[in-house]
């Protein structure tokens, strides 16, 4: 059986490793590989080498540490198919939808080749009599970043780019589930040029975060999971005194207004819904239709959609959504269901009963659609994560804005519309994070910045755009006088400028 060792120092192996865990093929449930559980030694031999590599490559001229990264984005397209082919076999996601995983991932790596430009600091030519002060932004040193599953390629390529290009070692320890891609990255950014230990890759789960969060060489750390273990995670980390962003969860709302296209906007929730098998942070998990002739349009219009979605396998090219992760996450998605059931909403498509002939052991839910949804119902209370949409019917728009402000998560909201007043203020007032605007899943471009509000994050810099160079550097900032411009006689008073 393959296993998947960690990768540290340039070379993958299972270093000090005793444990392994099983990482399964969800489409079918076999066990196809093992990944090794990293020991507090290699967590150590990871930092050591970290530590060795980062001030050389710290002082390499920011133009040169950006050339790695056009090879590593070149690399990275070159084995597209196989990267994709890799994530889907571990995460069960298909193959068009992983290559967005990695593409998505690939454009922060792109993004990061502006280092140079990005780090340009400031200056003020004369701040007092022969006074010249100038910021500039240092590296932190060693980084880290933890991921979760969903997103094997694109999260460790949002933390990893920014954090090396401007001069960090790394360390990633991604999911346990699906940790193929990680080290395949891993492996490229060498073949790209990186320096051995700049980026290290170690596997396991709650015993190496809490040495990652512990260690005194890990000066910052970057989060992405679930809010119980982000906000753990923060408070954690910033009580050792690091810098920390967390971003947790998410359950996110789709108004639809009465005047909006019905086919558009249900087109919309079906791929925000049940792509990627509602495995997605930014999933639209509850649609919000403006009066009852809205909702029964849209209940209408999703109903022929759902019954036509073709559920299979990664490997069979016509599949539109793949199983969920694991045996347990299936358990658990079918059993809210049947608690959706028990207390009051109407199951309008159910999908507990999914079954593919040759996949019986496969973790798969059928596309589920509920109707008459409430804020009390555990349904809507909880993070699903699996291919179930709920309707919440609201009487106005301000009832539906309301709803979405009420909600303890922040991380993404849309609306359908054609009105440009409802849109405009929809966005200006909502208190989340990323908002979308007939666009239901809007996950903002590398040059823009990613992150939720409320419990859906914690720390207040996110992922990419210029929020993630400011993130993975600190701001030092330098006063100088030179000989000819300096008084004689000391001074007592608080420097100030006259
Ligand atoms: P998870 O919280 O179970 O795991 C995330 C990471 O934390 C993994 O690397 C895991 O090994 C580690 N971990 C697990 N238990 C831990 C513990 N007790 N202590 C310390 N570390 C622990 O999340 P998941 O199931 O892998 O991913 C799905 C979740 O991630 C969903 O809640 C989803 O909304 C969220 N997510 C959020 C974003 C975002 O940007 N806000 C993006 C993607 C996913």
């Known amino acids: 059986m393959r296993t998947i060792g960690h990768f540290i120092d340039g070379v993958e192996s299972n270093g000090h490793s005793t444990q392994f865990q099983d990482v399964f093929n969800p489409a079918t449930g076999e ?38 990264f056009f090879n590593f984005v070149a690399l990275i397209n070159r084995d597209m198919q196989e990267l994709a082919e890799l994530l889907s076999a571990e995460h069960g996601k298909t193959v068009e939808d992983a290559k967005g995983d990695v593409l998505r991932g690939l454009e922060v790596a792109e993004f990061v080749a502006g280092a140079p430009h990005l780090l340009k600091g400031e200056y003020t030519d004369g701040a007092g009599p022969g006074i010249d002060m100038y910021s500039m932004r240092q590296p932190v040193g060693i980084g880290a970043g933890i991921t979760p599953f969903n997103f094997p390629a694109m999260i460790p390529l949002w933390m990893l780019s920014p954090a090396i290009a401007v001069g960090n070692a790394f360390i990633l320890k991604p999911s346990e589930r699906d940790p193929s891609v990680p080290v ?14 700049i980026l290290n890759v170690v596997h396991g789960g709650k015993d190496v975060v809490d040495g990652i969060l512990a260690h005194d060489k890990i000066e910052a750390i970057s989060f992405v999971g679930s809010t119980p273990i982000a906000r753990y995670v923060y408070g954690a980390a910033a009580q050792n005194g690091k810098r920390v962003q967390a971003f947790g969860g998410a359950k996110n709302h789709m108004v639809i207004m009465p005047d909006a296209d019905m086919n558009k906007a249900a087109d919309a929730l079906m791929g925000a819904g049940f792509g990627s098998a509602g495995e997605r942070c930014m999933a639209v998990s509850v649609a919000v239709p403006v009066g009852e002739g809205t909702a029964d349009r849209i209940i209408e219009a999703l109903r022929p959609r759902i019954e036509k979605l073709k559920v299979g396998p990664a490997s069979d090219k016509a599949s539109e959504m793949g199983p969920v992760i694991t045996k347990a996450s299936q358990e658990r998605i079918k059993t809210l269901i049947s608690s959706g059931v028990s207390q009051g909403a109407d199951l309008v498509i159910d999908g507990r009963d999914f079954a593919l002939q040759g996949y019986e052991n496969g973790y798969f839910v059928g596309p589920t ?28 728009y301000g009832e539906a804005l309301n709803l979405v402000m009420d909600n303890p998560y922040g991380n ?15 966005a200006a007032r909502v208190n989340i994070g990323m908002v979308g605007v007939n666009v239901p899943v809007p996950v903002p471009l590398a040059y823009h910045s990613f992150g939720g509000w409320k419990a859906s994050a914690f720390g207040d810099l996110n992922q990419h755009g210029t929020d993630s160079i400011k ?24 420097p100030v400028m006259k």
Not at 41 to 56: G, N
């Open 31 to 68: 066990i196809q590989a093992r990944v090794a559980l990293a020991t507090p030694a290699d967590l150590e031999a990871a930092v050591a080498s970290a530590a060795a590599a980062q001030p050389k490559w710290a002082a390499t001229n920011p133009q040169r540490r950006a050339r790695v």
């Open 184 to 197: 395949k990255l891993a492996q490229l950014a060498v073949e790209a040029g990186l320096p051995k230990g």
């Open 369 to 396: 659609l509920f109707d008459h949804v409430t804020p009390e119902m555990d349904i809507y209370k909880e993070e699903i994560f699996g291919p179930v949409l709920c309707v919440a019917r609201a009487s106005t």
């Open 412 to 426: 993404g909201t849309a609306i359908f519309t054609r009105d440009g007043d409802a849109a405009r203020d929809f």
């Open 471 to 494: 993130f993975w550097t600190r701001t030092k900032t330098v006063t100088a006088r030179w000989p000819s411009g300096i008084k004689d006689g000391a001074e007592f008073q608080m």
